[in-house]
């Protein structure tokens, strides 16, 4: 009975090394279960949600009932306010970015349709160096906390994804000159 | 003894060693708080500097100004004293690239720091200069006030106190009333201050702003976050400047500052500079950065960049 009792323990103590080192072996991999992966599309980014028109999205409330027209051509119905511009309009037209099947995706160049979402990657496909700058927090406005949390704006926030040159503003009133201040 | 002798006795004479004990009897008693003084301003009077201060002494002087403001502006005031961070140097950036000049800063800045409405008080100034020119102060413009920015030819360099690691404004302070935190933020004990303005001619960047009258602060517009170095309102005749809004930054949940915060380009970078994962070593890493007045060597911890 005795002799039972100590190898049962012996047993267990040599699947609990056995998982020990199972586990610190797994560690180091990146598939690992307690690490999360960490590769550059899957990081998230606290954003707000995307500046959409309002009723706007999701467009395949409207777009469900109609049929895909692939064509090149000048919106006359729909999106009439949409103006493309300051972004070299000439070579460009909505199914560059939209994507024609899913209308509630945005397209990358590769195929991969993403959310509105990260639609920052879709920007980011060209102005590469705003991107790398974006994401560690030098381009753009950031909110929040120095030393935690903060969160970041979508490119579209600032910039209109049909027109993205930032628009002038106001400046607000100068300091009154010394001889005004009594 | 002579009736002469006597006479000259009995009556007075003044000697120069008595005018002078005269006169500096008054003097004194001139310097010392109006007959009509509250308690709080003969305390505050003979209130030790800020960096000799207990804890407990310490605790029941902010009592006392949260009391007194809570009562002045009718709100809950709250005035800390958080002391400077562990292992933290703040660093502040700013995109010249960026920046606009549209002056939003200038009034996030005077919101969040409860700086005198009237007479004004700005502890940002922005400066438009000439592309042509590039960084030339003598040809910059603060007065600017077109109808939309920015404007064609022109760039804007916001200046603001640089926190400098070499202050020339705390070196010639007299009573020692302005010193470096440890985090790199140059304070000043307003309670200790005694306006003589030496540090305003010594800074070169025309940070620092004195209190020429009781400060204009609407108490609606009183923000009730202070610190007691920093945004707490401030008595007439001392001298204030910015400070990195520590009421923010200090904390354990540290808030970028109001300036970052509602800078619309995002031109405005605040970080750790001990922290080589923070947005400031990066910028300072990586893009083309410069110092105001470098050869002054006042050390800034204010960078100014351009990320493209």
Known sequence: ?182 | MSTEETREKRIFQLTRRKALKGLAAGLGALALPAKGASASIWESFFQKNFRELGKPELERILAKLEKEYSAQYGKSVKVKATPPLEGVLYGYGLDLSRCIGCRRCVYGCVTENNQSRDPQIHWIRVLRLEKERGVDLEHAEQYYNPSTVPEEGHFYLPVQCHQCENPPCTKVCPVQATWKENDGIVVVDYNWCIGCRYCMAACPYGARHFNWKKPGLPAGEMNPDTHYLGNRPRPVGVVEKCIFCMQRTRELDGRYPACVEVCPVGARKFGNLLDPESEIRYVIANKRVFILKEDLNTQPKFYYFYSV
């Open chain 1, 1 to 182: 009975m005795k002799k039972r009792g100590i190898h049962t323990l012996l047993i267990v103590m040599l699947a609990a090394a056995l998982l020990c080192v199972a586990i610190a072996g797994q560690a180091g991999r990146r598939e690992f279960w307690l690490t999360p992966p960490k590769g550059d599309s899957e990081t998230t980014y606290m954003v707000p949600p995307p500046p959409f028109t309002e009723g706007i999205f999701p467009c395949s409330e409207c777009h469900k009932d109609l049929t895909p027209n692939p064509k090149r051509r000048v919106l006359k119905d729909e999106h009439t306010n949409i103006e493309l511009k300051n972004h070299a309009e000439k070579e460009r037209w909505c199914l560059d970015c939209h994507d024609l099947k899913n209308r509630d995706k945005l397209r990358l160049v590769s195929g991969e349709q993403i959310d509105f979402t990260e639609s920052y990657r879709l920007c980011g496909q060209c102005h590469g160096d705003k991107y790398r700058d974006w994401k560690v927090g030098v381009h753009g406005k950031r909110t929040g906390q120095w030393n935690g949390k903060r969160e970041y704006l979508l490119c579209a926030h600032c910039h209109n994804p049909h027109n993205p040159r930032f628009k002038p503003l106001q400046p607000k009133l100068p300091p009154l000159r010394p001889e005004y201040i009594r």
